[in-house]
């Protein structure tokens, strides 16, 4: 591992440099909230950001896209949603996010349409400070040893670069000028002090080692009921959550002879018809049901296979959900915490 | 940087093989039979499946479904399904002619564990469609008699109209080396000659078993489960060698699009066979 200095007024040169490589992605601003966009103006990439509308996983399986085009003649692939890209502003969690995502698109088959884009984006890194929502310090996704190109740590005047393959060396030696391998004792202590008060300035917590047990054990918990009708079952968290890979595929058929179209499009597991098979039987039918097997996917399955959460503490459930229905509230219920959500209050307005 | 944008259709998992309806016909008012066949003749023949596995099936324009292989691989060269039409997929499939192309790959999913039945009693319980995934089973254990020992078949079916392969049932029957027993629910023609009442009334009938010797193959309505289950267990058959085979809302077949998660497994790449066993550990399978 090396570890270099960028000066901060040079960092728009660095990207400069590096999106003549490939299409540069990063954090925009959108009213108080962020998104991933492409780069074309430099002033618009947003440094300080908190987490984005929509996880990093929209570059690499969009939303909606076309697996095939076929015809009587059979299916042929389309590839044209993977380019080079360089996606940079991307913090630890959302690393983190697509680490697991990789594991699922991989695990037994691969999938092209993940790993091909994911194979061809460059991940730069940027350090982060959290907001009353980031709990990653729980899920130990605060911290990344893996997964990127280039990591920046913000240390106020410049950056510490860190350099984790071979591709992010590369696009250091595009330009060798402006970055400095001389790190001085006061570096390590800036860095070590800017450690330190980031990880005091985490307000939200969750203990994840208990969580596979308390799932377990709260399997019949009347919450869940509870938790289910308050659900309006828009999906909402499944689209926001880095982890969440869920997708359904429909064929589209056009009139004169043009080739049809297998399309991929995001699913969620809270929609009604998500384990409704053809003649109408369907094995989740109550929301409680499809609530509890995405927390089981994210505080329970995952831990047994793969022995850590698949859930990364970006928080984004938490600013996402309507009715205030998250990984943090949920938690806390399986704790037999009292919880102030909205589904308590739903049943308090309910017997009044 | 990385390479340059190849074609990977090669080991795209998801790129359906042309093939060919070679025969359909039906087998109940909304059941049909499919025989199917790769265009490619070296992929016909090549085609690797285990009994029980799945395979997803295109058709040109209306989607692509799963569905169980009712062919045994020790008949290789033709894939064969039965399909009860109902959603948009099977509506499309039973509108094809023969000769009418249709996308396919696989073969998915676990299969029934055939090697480990080697030696074994076989116990197979047929409910009404559940004859489609265990015909495979059923056919490679009769295309191999001499590995297994006692081979048992019981079979229900709500009406005598509605019973897949009855003829070959009824072959069965006079069969001295395993015993076929056959149900309807119910008579509505005045000619049914075997039992009357659901699959578990042909238990009492059952030639006695030797349970721990003995694997159960069950497949089914959901309904069922949970009765035959019971008369299984009554007979001291293992929780482990109870195995079943079961349905979920698929559209990948190769654990990604996550439809037919339960707990920690995927039904597509840890099922669809299950044993009982699994059934009690992970709840919500049946």
Same mark, same amino acid.
């Given at each position: 591992m090396r570890i270099l200095k960028l000066q901060k007024?040079?960092? *728009?040169?660095? !990207?400069?440099?590096?999106?003549?490589?490939?299409?540069?992605?990063?954090?925009?601003?959108?009213?108080?909230? *962020?998104?991933?966009?492409?780069?074309?103006?430099?002033? @618009?990439?947003?440094?300080?950001? +908190?987490?984005?509308?929509?996880?990093?996983?929209?570059?690499?399986?969009?939303? !909606? *896209?076309?697996?095939?085009? *076929? +015809?009587?003649?059979?299916?042929?692939?389309?590839? /044209?949603?993977?380019? @080079?890209?360089?996606?940079? #502003?991307?913090?630890?969690?959302?690393?983190?996010?697509?680490l697991i995502l990789d594991k699922l698109f991989a695990q037994a088959y691969l999938d092209p349409y993940f790993l091909e884009p994911r194979k061809k984006t460059l991940i730069l890194g940027l350090s982060c400070w959290p907001d009353e929502y980031c709990f990653c310090k729980s899920t130990n996704t605060h911290i990344i040893e893996e997964g990127y190109d280039l990591y920046f740590t913000d240390l106020k005047s410049y950056? !510490?670069?860190?350099? #984790?393959? /071979?591709?992010?060396?590369?696009?250091?030696?595009?330009?060798?000028?402006?970055?400095?391998?001389?790190? +001085?004792?006061?570096?390590?202590?800036?860095?070590?002090?800017? @450690?330190s008060e980031r990880d005091k300035s985490f307000t939200a917590e969750i203990n994840f080692t208990r969580m596979p047990d308390l799932m377990e054990l709260n399997y019949k918990a009347s919450f869940w009921e509870e938790v289910g009708a308050a659900c309006l079952a828009c999906g909402s968290c499944t689209m926001v959550c880095p982890t969440c890979n869920c997708y359904d595929v429909v064929d589209k058929q056009y009139l004169g002879g043009k080739p049809g179209k297998r399309i991929r499009h995001w699913d969620s597991c809270t929609l009604p018809e998500y384990s409704e098979v053809a003649g109408g039987e369907n094995?989740?039918?109550?929301?409680?049901?499809?609530?509890?097997?995405?927390?089981?996917?994210?505080?329970?399955?995952?831990?047994?296979?793969?022995?850590?959460?698949?859930?990364v503490g970006c928080g984004r459930c938490l600013v996402t959900c309507p009715v205030q229905i998250n990984v943090m509230s949920v938690a806390a219920a399986l704790e037999g915490q009292k919880v102030d959500a909205f589904w308590k209050r739903l049943t308090q307005e309910v017997t009044k | 940087m990385n390479g340059e944008n190849k074609c990977l259709a090669e080991t795209n998992p998801f790129?359906? $093989?042309?093939?060919?309806?070679?025969?359909?016909?039906?087998?109940?008012?909304?059941?049909?039979?499919? %025989?199917?066949?790769?265009v490619d003749m070296e992929k016909a023949l090549s085609f690797k499946y285990k009994p029980g596995q799945f395979a997803m099936l295109s058709i040109l324009g209306a989607g692509e479904a799963p569905f169980c292989i009712s062919s045994t691989p020790s008949r290789p060269g033709l894939l064969e399904f039965c399909i009860r039409k109902a959603g948009t997929v099977?509506?499309?499939?039973?509108?094809?002619? &023969?000769?009418?192309?249709?996308?396919?790959?696989?073969?998915?999913?676990?299969?029934?564990?055939?090697? %480990?039945?080697?030696?074994?009693?076989?116990?197979i319980v047929v409910g009404g469609l559940g004859a489609a995934p265990l015909r495979s089973v059923l056919l490679y254990c009769l295309d191999n008699r001499d590995q297994f020992d006692r081979v048992s078949v019981l079979h229900g079916a709500k009406r005598p109209a509605e019973m897949i392969?009855? $003829?070959?049932?009824?072959?069965?029957?006079?069969?001295?080396?395993?015993?076929?027993?056959?149900?309807?629910?119910?008579?509505?023609?005045?000619?049914?000659?075997?039992?009357?009442? =659901?699959?578990?009334?042909?238990?009492? %009938?059952?030639?006695?078993?030797?349970? $721990?010797?003995?694997?159960?193959?069950?497949?089914?309505?959901?309904?069922?489960?949970?009765? =035959?289950?019971? $008369?299984?267990?009554?007979?001291?058959?293992?929780?482990? %060698?109870?195995?079943?085979?079961? &349905?979920?809302?698929?559209?990948?077949?190769?654990?990604?699009?996550?439809?037919?998660?339960?707990?920690?497994?995927?039904?597509?790449?840890?099922?669809?066979?299950?044993?009982?066993w699994d059934v009690l550990h992970m709840r919500e399978l049946i």
């Open positions: 007024k040079d960092l *728009f040169r660095f !990207l400069q440099v590096v999106s003549k490589e490939a299409e540069l992605w990063a954090p925009v601003a959108k009213g108080e909230k *962020f998104a991933f966009e492409r780069i074309l103006d430099f002033s @618009q990439i947003a440094m300080n950001t +908190t987490r984005t509308i929509l996880p990093p996983k929209k570059i690499m399986v969009p939303a !909606l *896209f076309n697996m095939f085009y *076929f +015809t009587d003649k059979g299916y042929k692939e389309d590839l /044209s949603h993977v380019t @080079q890209r360089i996606l940079f #502003g991307i913090h630890a969690c959302d690393i983190h996010g697509l950056f !510490l670069v860190w350099i #984790g393959s /071979s591709r992010g060396d590369d696009l250091i030696r595009l330009s060798p000028d402006i970055f400095d391998d001389n790190l +001085t004792e006061k570096d390590i202590q800036t860095y070590i002090q800017w @450690q094995f989740r039918e109550h929301k409680s049901q499809r609530l509890k097997l995405w927390y089981t996917h994210k505080l329970q399955a995952y831990v047994s296979k793969y022995g850590k959460p698949s859930c | 790129t359906p $093989e042309v093939a060919r309806i070679v025969r359909t016909y039906h087998l109940t008012s909304d059941v049909k039979f499919f %025989q199917v066949r790769f099977t509506s499309a499939l039973f509108r094809l002619q &023969e000769n009418s192309q249709v996308g396919l790959r696989g073969p998915y999913g676990n299969g029934f564990p055939v090697e %480990q039945m080697i030696g074994k009693d076989i116990l392969f009855r $003829e070959e049932y009824f072959a069965l029957k006079q069969r001295p080396d395993l015993e076929c027993r056959l149900a309807v629910d119910a008579d509505d023609t005045g000619k049914w000659t075997e039992k009357v009442g =659901v699959v578990t009334t042909l238990f009492p %009938q059952l030639k006695k078993i030797v349970p $721990e010797n003995t694997y159960a193959l069950v497949c089914g309505p959901p309904v069922m489960y949970k009765y =035959v289950i019971r $008369e299984l267990i009554k007979l001291n058959i293992p929780k482990d %060698q109870i195995l079943m085979t079961l &349905e979920r809302r698929m559209k990948c077949g190769v654990g990604k699009c996550g439809h037919c998660a339960i707990d920690y497994i995927y039904t597509c790449l840890d099922g669809p066979v299950f044993t009982y």
